[in-house]
């Protein structure tokens, strides 16, 4: 039986309904379930002429080759690409809830998110950071981690944060020994039961330019992050760091480990978007499900007009796929 994933299709207005819609060219083994406006999907692929057979979801159906289950949620207001609407974002929530409850359940394997736009759904009156924050808090999980992961050519790269969508101005009193000491918990944790890595390495980042030149560029490395690493090495964690983050990404170094942990956003995502963007994933470790994403955004720009690569969202199916059949 191939794992069923509930596969939300994000903002309506974005490039997410469209890219759902090819997924009957993903090879992957899973049994995708698409939880949209089932007008919607039908709207778009008639526009970008694409036959696309849709049946409506029912539990415990066998799978149909050749055919797409629809989970329908009504939209609020008809969607037209490219063009926001702050009414449709209790919609793009509806998704995320229908898909958790699934997942929850047992009713699916996983889920699978193409992505939303953070400011519509805060121009909507919903305090809303992500996707990742969102499950936490729904979930009732203190700590989970985002890691985005892609196959390059020597190899995959596993990058993760300490910290997420915060301001530059926010990560340095951000990063406290609890709270890096919880992620590399998690991080550690889940490499092993996810991704059946054994004895994972983490390459750890320094905060400060050149890990802070001991002391010279800032004092994190020395005050919170090194005693930090030696406490759980003492554990038996295999931990490397922290590495000045500008060598962090280069061949020799990203040889010696499994993933790596990133101090704040753009100092982990760029390296790894640079080197597998459109089929790069987004993973949230730490929470009760399995959930991945596209590591994208919702390309306004290109909405609607069938050049949005899908490459992103058919990696993140294959990658629930293989993390639902590991845990069972």
């Not at 800032?218 to 554990?235: F, M, N, Q």
């Amino acid at each position: 039986m191939k794992p069923l994933l509930a596969v939300t299709s994000g903002e309506p207005a974005g490039i997410g309904p469209e890219l759902c819609l090819r997924l009957l060219e993903s090879t992957a083994a899973a049994q995708p379930v698409l939880l949209a406006d089932r007008t919607l999907l039908q709207e778009r692929a008639a526009a970008l002429g694409l036959d696309v057979p849709l049946r409506d979801y029912q539990p415990g159906q066998a799978a149909q080759a050749g055919v797409l289950d629809v989970l329908h949620l009504p939209l609020v207001r008809p969607a037209v690409p490219g063009r926001l609407d702050a009414a449709n974002a209790p919609y793009v929530l509806a998704l995320l809830d229908r898909a958790l409850a699934g997942c929850r359940s047992g009713e699916f394997a996983a889920m699978v998110t193409a992505p939303v736009h953070k400011g519509v759904i805060n121009e909507a009156g919903v305090a809303f950071t992500g996707h990742t924050e969102y499950l936490a808090e729904q979930t009732a999980t203190p700590r989970v981690v985002m890691m985005l992961a892609g196959d390059t050519a020597r190899g995959p790269l596993r990058v993760a944060l300490a910290t997420t969508h915060l301001p530059l101005k926010d990560v340095p009193a951000a990063i406290t020994a609890d709270a890096l000491e919880e992620t590399l918990r998690i991080l550690h944790a889940d490499l092993r039961q996810k991704y059946g890595l054994a004895e994972p390495c983490i390459l750890v980042a320094g905060l400060n330019p050149h890990a802070g030149e001991g002391g010279y560029l800032g004092r994190e490395e020395i005050d919170i992050i090194t005693p930090l690493l030696d406490k759980l090495r003492g554990e038996g964690m295999r931990l490397s760091g922290p590495h000045p983050a500008d060598t962090m990404f280069t061949p020799p170094v990203l040889a010696g480990g499994d993933a790596v942990l990133a101090m704040y956003h753009d100092q982990g995502l760029t390296a790894l978007k640079y080197a597998t963007f459109g089929h790069g994933i987004n993973v949230t470790l730490g929470l009760p499900i399995i959930r991945t994403s596209v590591d994208h955004g919702t390309a306004l720009e290109l909405a609607g007009s069938g050049r949005a690569d899908p490459g992103s969202l058919f990696e993140a199916v294959a990658e629930a796929a293989r993390m639902a059949a590991r845990r069972n």
